[in-house]
């Protein structure tokens, strides 16, 4: 068992007094704010562009491993500065230019950009990669623009939402597989502007290079250990090896399931605010109730987790 994760189960979010034990017990270099008791936290350190020490970093790791998600406020960084500490917890996907826009300078930078002429398209809960053979390990946001009011983004902890399955769902799915499809979501009508002119040989190269894939339903988190649910409505197809009518009841009840407030944290995006979740144990869903003011975003993609055991 490695040291973070030691610490990481020696440290239970049903902590009566979680604040107090999140800093006297576990931080010394960062401080971190519980937004709900499932999932969410606030960090303040240091300027993310300074180079931290390595107990930073760690610091910061294990935040992630309990809290899923966490939010930094006031950090105005550059695109190189950005990656410079993204990549300091795993190895970095370097953009496609396909759905998103890529930035000169930054080749792991993938610009998210919504306006008058650009309607936000990706209001729906979902998980990054998990149409990947490999999924990513985790995705960080950067906010450079952000509307006078909307553009909250939703977390919602697939943590939480496998535990408060009854005893028979949880049975149920505990040797069960689905198909995950990036077309499901990017063939389909709200994604038509990914595909117009020559962006279309890009999108098709996408597609080609993602074909459906199966993965567990419920997976066991290679740092913690604990089961997260793992469907999307937007990626998942069908649950494999079940009859139709079947498959679409089960997933239709688990995606109204992982929809339940309990298990989200809804976050206010400020200038240069940084979003950082863990896509193992997390889904996220950007509200698009801005249009048609600006929301300017720069995202990366950290594949492998460097700190855990996902090596």
Known sequence: ????????????????????????????????????????AEVTCANLAQVPLPEVIQEIHLALMRHQVLFFHNQDITPVEFAAWAGQFGRLRRARRAA???????????VIVNDKS?????????????????????SILHSKEVPEYGGDTV???????????????????????????????????????????????RMKLMAKDHPPISHPIVRKHPVTGLPSLYVSESFTTCIDKVPVDESDAKLLELYRHYERPEFQCRFRWRPNSIAFWDNRATLHYAVADYWP???????????????????
């Open 155 to 201: 977390f919602v902890s697939m943590t939480a939402a496998y535990e408060s399955l009854s005893t028979d769902m949880k049975s149920y799915l505990a040797s069960k597989s689905a198909t995950q499809d990036f077309m499901k979501l990017h063939g389909s009508a709200v994604k038509a502007r990914s595909w117009k002119g020559e962006n279309a040989v």
């Open 1 to 40: 068992m490695s040291k973070i994760t030691k610490r990481c189960r020696e440290a239970p979010s049903s902590c009566k007094n979680i604040r107090m034990f999140e800093q006297s017990e576990i931080y010394k270099h960062i401080v971190v704010d519980p937004i709900t008791p499932v999932i969410g």
């Open 118 to 138: 650009r309607p936000p398209n990706v209001n729906h809960f979902h998980p990054d990669g998990i149409f990947r053979k490999q999924p990513e390990f985790a």
């Open 293 to 311: 003011q600006k929301r300017l975003m720069h995202r990366l993609t950290i594949e492998t987790d460097a700190l855990g055991s996902d090596v």
């Open 100 to 110: 998103f826009e890529l930035l000169e300078g930054a080749p792991e930078v993938a």
